[in-house]
């Protein structure tokens, strides 16, 4: 019996996955994307980040990401990927303002990265030209270096929006402390339990679970986002039937 619990785990992940995979694939299927539209409930925060970010390249201010401390073959390498999106996006939207906007993160190849989705993003926009590596920043490898590091990116080049976007822990608040001392923006999101509990208190649009994971597609980054949000209801309501099933089966059979 705890040999077959054992193997049970690791084959309801990989099903799981497969399946995730296989929805991800069909409804990014052009002929499946335009049968059925694509709906999004209301995010107020996702509302203000568009917003913030219109402002920002009107009145020649900075907009400033930080996608957090998450190696990309770490556990947590979701979120990393996510605020890479993030970037690209984020650069894209704001490819025509005079200060384009600083990427910050905690770890070596996070930066590099970064600096590719910088450079893709001035590249879609046809302004090549405007790329500038330095753009894309390790602030340090540590917790508190890397928060120590991206305080003065938000204290002295004139950031106006703040993204935080990817794997942080409680300190994370220090830097939505030094966004709130400039009367920045700041939308915050993380797939760390304790950088939520922070972050929900001290960030002004701060998302929660699995929003992180819908901020590319409410920035409009490709038709795989919006289908991974398609994937993300699907395994929803698969888990809530699987929920269904089995307290029946309790509630019936139980007493066998």
């Not at 340090?140 to 003065?152: E, I, N």
């Not at 001392?181 to 649009?205: G, K, M, P, R, V």
Request: hydrophobic share 50%.
């Amino acid at each position: 019996m705890n040999l077959l619990a054992s193997l049970s785990e690791p084959v309801l992940g990989l099903v799981l996955a497969l399946l995730a995979a296989g929805l991800m694939f069909t409804f990014s299927i052009p002929a499946v994307r335009k049968r059925a539209r694509v709906l999004f409930r209301p995010m107020r925060p996702m509302q203000r980040l568009r917003r913030a970010i219109g402002l920002s390249v009107e009145d020649g201010s900075r907009l400033h990401v930080s996608i957090g401390q998450s190696s990309i073959a770490s556990p947590n390498s979701a979120s990393a990927l996510v605020g890479l999106n993030t970037i690209e996006r984020v650069g894209m939207l704001s490819s025509a303002s005079d200060r384009p906007p600083v990427a910050t993160s905690g770890d070596g190849t996070l930066a590099i990265l970064s600096q590719d989705s910088l450079r893709s993003a001035y590249r879609v926009s046809s302004l090549p030209e405007q790329y500038d590596p330095i753009q894309a920043r390790l602030t340090g490898p540590t917790p508190f270096s890397y928060v120590a590091g991206a305080l003065p990116v938000i204290h002295d080049e004139r950031v106006s929006t703040n993204v935080l976007v990817g794997h942080f822990g409680p300190e994370a608040a220090l830097l939505t402390d030094a966004a709130e001392q400039e009367d920045a923006f700041t939308l915050a999101a993380s797939d760390s339990l304790a950088a939520q509990a922070a972050l929900y208190a001290a960030a002004q649009e701060p998302l929660i679970g699995e929003e992180l994971f819908a901020i590319p597609a409410y920035l409009q980054a490709g038709p795989v986002h919006q289908a991974g949000l398609r994937a993300q209801d699907v395994l929803r309501w698969v888990v809530i039937a699987a929920l269904i099933v089995g307290s029946i089966g309790v509630l019936l059979f139980g007493g066998l």
